[in-house]
């Protein structure tokens, strides 16, 4: 026997990616509905080998339904998640609403699939940040190994985690430099992402930091360790998907690279691409569409006592998205509701 699965937002780049995945890995649906906004009703969206209709989340009873992976802003999810979980619908969050509710376990099931059973204290689970949930996974088994202490890490994001709009951004503005006639000024972003870097995710906060900055500090602390400190700079790039992190790490036990290169290899999760020769490394292009978290470029850090430097790259519309809320069902499925 198996779910009765909703998806909602399922005609945005994330709700179509967990359609995919849900497939892809055979999850065990015996229902599916998939729902958006009054102003998509009836688009066609897949799943595996069949074509679906969206239907009306306004007017969606989620009575009887087993698990909801939500795929749209705060403000519809404040509006619609409280609904379908007094309803007995398991959300599954994908926006930052609950991310921060100490009621709603934040979770990365390779990092702390045990803090899932907080669930039913409001009937959610919340799905971390796509820059955190990579850098958690490669954090974990070193952590478990040496004691993290300090993190400091510099993000390269693509726009894919702006959304369709960054997307639509860098292609129309790539296509304007070869041909300037059609200039295409910025909307999504702040300033040129074509051919160019911002360093400005999300909006400032009064210390001078970004709030995605400040989601990295606050999502590790609660997944990972809240002694931990942790730095950030993000940074979006000119990359239609994938998400690249730059991490230096701070140890209180010493720890050579080449003991966390085997750590790293053998840990869930983790693809381990680390030759030191050219190409011998995983760019984003090479990430997406995989499951995996790849790390790359493991080295000591001479600049501080057990220090270890690495290169983080994940498909950020799958980990950092639409994968980990399904691996969150699969462990909800696993260990609570036990239908499939």
Not at 301 to 326: E, Q, Y
Request: charged residues 25%.
């Amino acid at each position: 026997m198996g779910y009765k699965v909703v998806v909602v937002g399922a005609t945005g780049n994330v709700g179509r990616e967990m359609l995919n995945i849900l497939a892809e890995r055979e999850f065990p649906v015996d229902e599916i509905a998939v729902l958006a906004s009054r102003k998509s009703l009836g688009t066609e969206v897949s799943f595996g080998d069949k074509t679906l209709k969206t239907k009306d989340l306004d007017t969606f009873d989620f009575t009887g339904w087993d698990m909801a992976l939500f795929a749209v802003g705060s403000d519809a999810t404040k509006l619609y998640a409280p609904k379908a979980a007094a309803a007995g619908c398991v959300v599954i969050d994908n926006s930052s609403l609950y991310r921060y509710d100490p009621d709603v376990p934040l979770i990365v099931p390779e990092v702390n699939a045990d803090a899932i059973m907080g669930y039913a204290k409001k009937n959610i689970i919340a799905n971390p940040n796509c820059s955190t949930a990579q850098m958690v996974v490669a954090l974990k088994p070193l952590h478990d190994r040496a004691k993290i202490k300090r993190v400091i890490v510099s993000t390269y994001q693509s726009v894919s985690g702006a959304g369709k709009e960054g997307m639509d951004e860098l292609w129309e503005q790539t296509k304007a430099v070869y041909n300037p006639v059609h200039e295409v000024p910025p909307k999504k972003f702040t300033k040129q992402i074509a051919f160019n870097v911002i360093p400005h995710i999300d909006v400032f906060l009064d210390d001078g930091s970004t709030k995605e900055e400040w989601k990295m500090v606050a999502e590790t602390k609660k997944i990972l360790d809240p002694k931990i400190k942790l730095n950030a700079t993000c940074v979006r790039v000119p990359v239609f998907v994938g998400h690249s992190e730059a991490i230096n790490i701070e140890f209180e036990e010493p720890l050579d690279w080449q003991e966390a290169q085997d750590i790293l290899r053998e840990a869930p999760g983790i693809m381990l691409i680390d030759k030191r020769e050219p190409g011998g490394y995983i760019t984003p292009i090479e990430a997406v569409g995989e499951y995996a978290t790849y790390i790359s470029r493991v080295r000591q850090d001479p600049t501080v006592d057990n220090g270890i430097t690495l290169w983080c790259v994940s498909d950020n519309l799958r980990k950092g998205a639409a994968l980990n809320a399904v691996q969150i069902a699969e462990t909800l499925g696993n260990r609570v509701l036990k239908k499939g």
